[in-house]
Each structure stands twice: as C-alpha cells, then as structure tokens.
C-alpha cells in the first residue's frame, strides 16, 4: 500500500463544542459541505428526538441545513453505515447515549473520520453526556463561543431560563435557553452556596487557632 493512501485510510475524530447558539452545527454543515465538494462519502446523523427544525435535516440556528438520518441510539448508527463511507458526521452527539463512545472509535478504527458537534456543558455548567470522553479521545477539539445576550461578551454558558423542569436533556430553542458569559450565568447550585459557607467556616477556625497560639 502506497504511503498516499495509507494516509487516506488513517481514521480520525473531530469535535466541535460549545454553548447553544455558537454555531457548532453550523461549521459541521461547513465541513461536511467541503466534503461533499471533493466527492467524498459521507453520511450524516442526529438523534431522533432533536425535531426542532426538521425531522430529517440537520439545521443550524441560521437556517443553513443538511439531509440527515434520524436515529434512536448510537448503535443504529453503526447499522447504517455503507462499506464505501469515508465521512461521518453526527450533530447533538451530546443526547446519545455512553455507546457513542465505542461507535466512534470503532468508526475511527475503520479509516473514517468522524466530525461531531455538540454540547459540551448543560445549563448547570457540568459536563453533557458523553462529551468529556469524546473530547478526551478527539484527535481536534474546536470549542466555539456564543455572544452573551446581556453584555454582547463571548459566551461559553448556556442559561436556561426557567428551572421548573431540572432535567438535563430538555430540548428546546431560545424560548428556553440563552447563551451568556460566566459573569452573566447565574445558576447557582446548592454545593457551590454549601462549599462556600464551609470554606468561610474553616477561615474563621483558622483565624480563631492563630490568636489562641
């Protein structure tokens, strides 16, 4: 095998990640188009329950869009995949379950590059779902900002704006979310209110031990 398509064949993973409305599935668009430019195969998917656009089309928040196939779970993917696909591009890969973890490095194994985007902190600010993995096996990780909808600042938080409904995945546009900058993210879990109470605790302790010495 000549080293050129050695090369060819090397698998690889990409992703892009950040807040809602940074334009994650936007520069997938983007590559996936440049990849279809060089007539490359290549199949795109997002997971079946992200209907806010369209049921079969992956769009971006600025209208831009891309035929897709909706699947239920990571392992539908590797069903359908063809033999001569040298692309597979995944948006929302955050609401997959933990077996996207072992498609994508399956697919990588085969020689596919595999493009991914999607969230990588839920509104609480923790880690989405299987996205710290991804991000930690990635051979590229793009992260990309929104703009804070209260001081135009770059945004890296996604600020839901009702916690009446507290479950992670809550799919939704921007009558329920907005992209804001730490400064303007107020989410406030009870730990962070817990831990400080306690380190204000242990000052004062400490403070309390010098004078006694």
Avoid at 87 to 105: R, S, T, Y
Avoid at 137 to 143: E, L, S
Avoid at 155 to 171: G, I, M, W, Y
Avoid at 198 to 203: F, G, K, L
């Amino acid at each position: 095998m000549s080293p050129y398509l050695a090369s060819f064949m090397t698998g690889s993973v990409e992703v892009v990640c950040g807040p809602m409305f940074s334009g994650k599935t936007e520069e997938l668009i983007r590559r996936v188009r440049r990849a279809q430019i060089a007539k490359q195969k290549i199949q795109i998917f997002k997971p079946a329950l992200d209907d806010r656009y369209h049921e079969t089309k992956v769009v971006s928040h600025s209208s831009q869009s891309v035929a897709a196939t909706p699947v239920n779970s990571a392992v539908d993917i590797l069903k359908r995949i063809y033999d001569s696909t040298r692309i597979v591009a995944i948006d929302e890969v955050q609401f997959f379950d933990e077996n996207i973890i072992k498609v994508v490095n399956k697919l990588s194994r085969r020689g596919v590059r595999v493009i991914l985007a999607g969230l990588d902190q839920d509104y609480k600010g923790e880690p989405f779902g299987p996205m710290p993995h991804l991000m930690a096996i990635a051979d590229d990780v793009t992260k990309v900002k929104a703009v804070c909808t209260s001081c135009g600042a770059p945004a890296s938080k996604t600020h839901r704006k009702s916690t009446d409904n507290s479950d992670q995945v809550l799919v939704g546009e921007a009558d329920l979310y907005e992209a804001r900058c730490t400064a303007h993210w107020d989410y406030q879990p009870d730990d962070e209110d817990l831990l400080a109470f306690s380190t204000n605790i242990e000052a004062q302790e400490g403070s309390m031990t010098e004078v006694q010495i």
